[in-house]
């Protein structure tokens, strides 16, 4: 999988990211549908989530800015 | 195939002045040059079964272990490592020199050769599986590592886990394993026939003491395998037994702590990283006796991978 200059990875535990801009590499507690649902929200407020993943909004977006997925 | 234990000292003693010994250790080739006496017979001792030459020949690094001054060669005599004439650590005493030698050719191979991902692992093979044993230090890795080897397991290394690409192949580069303080004690109680260099005495690390190859793992030493586990162990004084699976996510994370250059390979440190925790199970085990987490890392084997 790849976004922006990340290049990801799914694992049972989670998603590993790579930000190849950075070099860091972190450990997202999410499947790669909710990763990219999550984006998708990110870019347009009204966008309607389903709700596994509404329900845990804020920390998700709070994962993927700590990643600079968003910003 | 000329192997160091037969050739005589004095020509061994007298190639590493002239800088026409190399070592072959599985796919690296060091020169190594020296004109310090302790060296020779330690040397000699614990690589006696690898290939080497005393007369010159193709190599990957330029190592040297020698005084760093000709004053230093008789006048408070000490010893530095050189990589290609740099002298990238402080000189030691002379009879330091093996422990000097290793150090430096784990910070040498560590530091320059980025074609493989490089993780701080012993690396081990048993039933055809290829087995990390990833731990920072104080973690019993070593120790685990020359038990695991001296009950029949391969070594193909007890520092450096040298990860191939794209295949994804664990590369052995077999050296003598380094036992620290009472852990020297532990294995030469165990295994009374084993082969040791000299004590170290006094180092940064405490008192170090090397442990020979047996000679099947140096035989084996161009031999590749796929890896098959990750071990985290842990030593802890009288604690049960505690084998538990960790996820591979996890496994990457701690991996990547343990890492010599994942941040110089970028990308491709990170697929192949995530390539090795997909492929292998990660699990961390706690213990307190060596006869109870060997047969514990072959359930493993067997039951899980």
Known sequence: MRVHQHVACEFPDGVLIHDEETGATHLIDLTAWQLMVAL?????????????????RHEILAALEQVNLIS | MLRLGGVAAHEVARAMVRGRFRLQIGRITLRID???????????????????????????????????SLLRRWFRRNASFRLSGDEPFLPMPPDHAHALFEWGANWTIGAHSHRYLILHSAVLEHRGRGVLLAATSGSGKSTLAAELTLSGWRLLSDELALID?????????????????QSI??????????????????????????????DASVDRSCDPVPPALIVFPKWSPGAPLRVDRIGPGEA??????????????????????????????????????????????DGVLVRHV
């Open chain 1, 40 to 56: 998708r929200a990110s870019q347009a407020e009204e966008a309607s989530l389903p709700a596994e993943v509404e329900a845990r």
């Open chain 2, 34 to 68: 020296s004109n310090l006496p302790e060296l020779e017979p330690s040397m000699r001792r614990l690589y006696a079964h690898y290939p080497c030459s005393v007369t010159g020949g193709e190599f990957d690094f330029d190592v040297a272990v020698a005084p760093p």
């Open chain 2, 165 to 181: 690409g794209p295949e994804l192949f664990l590369v052995p580069h077999p050296r003598p394993i380094s036992l620290k303080n």
């Open chain 2, 185 to 214: 004690d532990v294995i030469r109680t165990r295994y009374p026939d084993a082969e040791f260099g000299p004590a170290a005495q006094d180092t940064h690390k405490g008192t170090i003491v090397h442990l020979r190859v047996p």
């Open chain 2, 252 to 297: 990457a994370m701690r991996l990547i702590d343990q890492s010599f250059n994942y941040p110089i390979l970028g990308r491709v440190g990170f697929e192949r990283l995530a390539s090795v925790v997909a492929a292998a199970p990660a699990w961390e085990v706690e213990y307190s006796s060596l006869d109870e987490i060997v047969p514990a890392l």
